[in-house]
Every structure is written in structure tokens, then in C-alpha cells.
């Protein structure tokens, strides 16, 4: 348990409005990542964060912004959701004793967003 | 580019089967990290390995191992004498050591065990 909460966990929306997803941990880990996850697809990188205020963009990062004003709280932000950002949503950490950053990712319990 | 590729999208096993899911990863990068990731139906991702390029020695935990080849850019997963529990979404994943924290996930292989 690498002590990640995604919340919410579940939320229907409808296409056009703004929806932030918040990603909270408690063990002061340095860098959080936001995937996406799609049939077919495995996950996909969003963005991810090392440090506050310090974030960068992944693999399929347009549509979506990210903010990090905590170290514990990293938020994803779809500003106008649209029906293709229907999928599950997870963050990851990568643990803050070790900080390599080619060290395991553990992931939160995911959100799934619908969007219609 | 980095890229995973895990051609078996479904496999069925009656229980006490042996299984290999099948993983090839592409990089140009000569130190990079693979990984293998759990999903059950409860929908968490629960990490099982990982392991460096360096180190091509074949992995054992308890019915499962994992059988690394550099030559073939493959990095197989064998779960001996499965279990229905064994029953979940198996991802392969790819870090290049110069990709930043870019994992790249194979789209997955799911494993049913049957009673």
C-alpha cells in the first residue's frame, strides 16, 4: 500500500464541463504521475510532477492540465471533458526513499470517469 | 521510440495449468527497467517485478518467474500450477533509463483460470 486515495472514485459527467480529479498521499512522496487507462492501450502517461509547482507533460497530454501547490495533493484538471476522455484514471508515486527515478511506480485505486 | 508488446490479448487455463504470458519490448536505450503489473477484477494495479537490463538472471517467487532474454527483447512471465485467484489483467512495462518517468505499458494480456 503505497498510501495513494484518488478521489472520486466514480463520476459521471456530461460533455463540455469542467472536471478535476484530485490525486492525495501522506507519505510525502516527490513524484506523482497521472495515467490514463484505455482498452488495447495498456496506460498512458499524462503528466506527471517532481516537486511543487513542477510538472511536465506525457505521452498523451492534450486536453488535460495538472497543478501540484502540495506535496501530498496532485490534481488533473480536464478543462471541457470531452466523450474520449472517457477511461480510468490512475496516479502512481514512485516511493520518496527512493527517489531514482527509474524506481517502481505504485498506483492509487484508479477513478473511472464517464463522460456522455 | 519505446514500445511493449504483448500479442496474447486473452488466454484461458483450467486450474493447475502452467501458463507464459508473453512479453517483447522495443528501445534503443542499452539501460532501461521492465516491470510486470497484476490488475484483478477489482481493478487495482499491484506491482510483482522489476528488473534491470543489466541483470538477465531468471526471477523465482513461490509459482511465479519471469524469464528475461536480451537476445530476443523478450521478458516472459510463467505462473506454474495456476489458480483461479490467478484470474486478472497482466501488464508488461518498459523504462528506458533515459525517458524520464515515461513507463510504457503493453496493452495487456487477460488470464482466466478455470475451476
Known amino acids: 500500500d503505497a498510501g495513494i486515495t484518488q478521489s472520486p472514485r466514480h463520476k459521471v459527467t456530461e460533455t463540455g464541463t469542467p472536471v478535476t480529479l484530485r490525486c492525495h498521499q501522506t507519505e510525502n512522496h516527490r513524484y506523482m504521475y497521472w495515467y490514463r487507462q484505455d482498452p488495447g492501450h495498456g496506460l498512458r502517461l499524462i503528466h506527471y510532477?517532481?516537486?511543487?509547482?513542477?510538472?511536465d507533460k506525457g505521452e498523451v497530454s492534450d486536453g488535460y492540465s495538472v497543478s501540484r501547490s502540495k506535496t501530498e495533493d496532485f490534481l488533473l484538471t480536464l478543462e471541457s471533458a470531452t466523450s474520449s476522455q472517457t477511461s480510468v484514471y490512475f496516479c502512481?508515486?514512485?516511493?520518496?526513499?527512493?527517489?531514482?527515478?527509474?524506481?517502481?511506480?505504485?498506483f492509487g485505486p484508479g477513478t473511472r470517469l464517464t463522460v456522455l | 521510440a519505446q514500445k511493449v508488446t504483448q500479442a496474447q490479448t486473452e488466454i484461458s487455463v483450467v486450474e493447475k495449468e502452467d501458463v507464459t504470458l508473453d512479453c517483447v519490448y522495443e528501445t534503443r536505450d542499452t539501460t532501461y527497467y521492465l516491470f510486470w503489473y497484476k490488475q484483478p477484477p477489482s481493478g487495482e494495479l499491484v506491482f510483482l517485478i522489476r528488473?534491470?537490463?543489466?541483470?538477465?538472471q531468471n526471477e523465482i517467487s513461490g509459482r511465479y518467474s519471469w524469464n528475461f532474454q536480451k537476445s530476443t527483447s523478450s521478458f516472459n512471465f510463467t505462473i506454474t500450477a495456476s489458480q483461479v485467484v490467478d484470474s486478472a489483467v497482466y501488464f508488461c512495462?518498459?523504462?528506458?533509463?533515459?525517458?524520464?518517468?515515461?513507463?510504457?505499458f503493453g496493452g495487456g494480456t487477460r488470464l482466466m483460470v478455470k475451476p
Open positions: 512495462a518498459l523504462l528506458p533509463n533515459n525517458a524520464g518517468n515515461m513507463l510504457t
Open positions: 528488473r534491470n537490463s543489466f541483470d538477465e
Open positions: 502512481a508515486i514512485t516511493p520518496a526513499n527512493r527517489e531514482d527515478v527509474a524506481d517502481t511506480q505504485y
Open positions: 510532477s517532481y516537486g511543487v509547482k513542477d510538472t
